[in-house]
């Protein structure tokens, strides 16, 4: 009950700081641009609205961290919303990098605008990202704001290091799992350990709680990656609202594929020779079974989130927030759709 | 003299903050990413070396302010590579934008390695630019770190915006010299501006004085470009080493041009029926100076670059940096190639 209330307290203020955000650009002459952002934020054109705007679940990590490490999270709505403008901004080149023309149902933004202006709008965002973190200024000391926009900076640069390291897998037949973990530790990890640490400075909470809320948010990240590329392959796909057999046809490198891959055998094989029909899925994905890659992908979403939720409790979590964070982690990492 | 002596300085110290920066990303695993940097710095790869550097205009700018404003320039070395690198990330997303295939004679990054990687690489440089300034924190109070991050933070938001302004023209044929000036102080003067401020920033001037070398920075950028528009297409060929005709078969929305589309004659009515072939280029610069465009551009150069020149003096700008930085300002604002 406490992250039902605590959501319904935090998203609207979470919306008003990412508003007072993109206003930057709301100026003359940039009525397009900024049409650009807030059409992607989910606020405009059409099909805007709770489904276009995504959970949030970024920022709710940095005010749930804040507010269970016993801060004011109001202290860490700059935080809050400087990591879900990175967020967009690199869904926003995602998009254009894998050749994405929708995006939770609507046309992505280089569909519609062209990858020139699409390219130029990410970049916004993640200038806009920084420019609303500064105002941790008047929240806390200077060293912690300086500290703050150092581990979203340092969040940044690994980001791009994983989306290095997932775009230059494409074509490569010699993966394994090996190769795995440096990329989710980038694409996913590496910004929800920057949410919960964020959280956890915005408190004013010593360096080692900083630490433990910093390695809380790290293995969430794989933790919740393991289990998504489980279910990307085994999930019921009536459950998840979407084909079960997507990751293979997508060509996504995830867990399994990867698994499947180091072991150089008929799936190794059949996955080099090119994109994947619907009608092979099923075979293809008893065939990674049987190779013992669904196995491993469980074993290590399991063994990940075990991981994830004791370091939570390390953190000396407290409070509504606290039992609230514990929820949002549970359902994240717990779920079966 | 004394800019000569400097540059002999402070270029090598430039290179080797750039470096140090740089080799963040040096890692195992990643040493393509690093290579597909170094290779745009111009440090390696084909063609690599002085030529393929570029001129570093942009921290030695933040290096002299820094020095003539009575600091010492070593401090504002973070500031000085954080510019180079927000330059070089505008100009990797740039090339993708205009499809150009080369710069400074070498093959560009998504010509090179794809249009994806070079979109992430871009965003490396973008995150290394603020990690890279943040050192300013161990040569500065953690106020004027902060005050550093956030006139950076400005400078890349204003360029985004510049940036959506030039894609937004094209095509479009209602366009006036009033279009000019938004679009520049975005794309070329908002980083010039942020150089010389932080120059300014560094030398811990007082803010009266940090205001006259941010208004001398914004100052020089206009100038120089319509400097710049006005060589690129009245400028002698043999002295430029480039087609002077170049800037109206690009389609460059250069001051000029836009002074002769606000005219709505001859000039702007082939403008708009596309590609303008070589054997075109000579009737329509004669056109547009019958139109009074280089005129008209003459004098706005020369109006800036005055301008410029006394906001120049106003910062009271002292020494053989002081020197320095003067002849810089008149080689980049009075050259004729």
Sequence with gaps: MSLKRLMEEYLPAIEDELHQTIAQVDRPGLEMMHFMLAYHMGWEGEGAGAEARGKRIRPL?????????????????????????????????DD?????????????????????????????????????????????????????????????????????????????????????????????????????????????????????????????????????????????????????????ISGKKSLPVLFGLGQGGAFARRWLEGAIRPEEVPGLAEQLEANGARAYTQESAMELTAQALEALKDTGLQGEAGEALFSLARQLLQRET
């Design 96 to 248: 254009i990098q894998d050749q994405s023309p929708l995006r939770r149902g609507r046309q992505t933004l280089w569909t519609r605008w062209g990858v020139a202006q699409a390219i130029n709008a990410g970049d916004a965002l993640f200038a806009l990202a920084f420019i609303a973190l500064q105002r941790m200024e008047g929240t806390v000391s200077p060293q912690a704001a300086l500290k703050a926009a150092q581990i979203l900076q340092e969040a940044c640069l690994t980001l791009t290091n994983g989306q290095y390291l997932d775009l230059s897998y494409e074509g490569r037949s010699d993966l394994t799992i090996e190769d795995y973990w440096p990329m989710v530790s980038g694409k996913t990890a590496a910004l929800l350990s920057a949410c919960t640490e964020l959280g956890a400075l915005a408190a004013q909470a010593k360096s080692d709680v900083c630490a433990a809320y910093q390695r809380f948010g790290h293995l969430l990240g794989l933790a919740f990656q393991a289990q998504d590329d489980l279910l990307g392959i085994w999930g019921d796909a009536n459950l998840t609202g979407k084909s079960a057999e997507s990751d293979l």
């Design 61 to 93: 990590l940095v005010l749930l961290s804040s507010a269970s490490a016993g801060g004011d999270w109001r202290a860490a709505l700059p935080a809050a919303s400087g990591v879900e403008l990175v967020h967009n901004f690199s869904l926003v080149h």
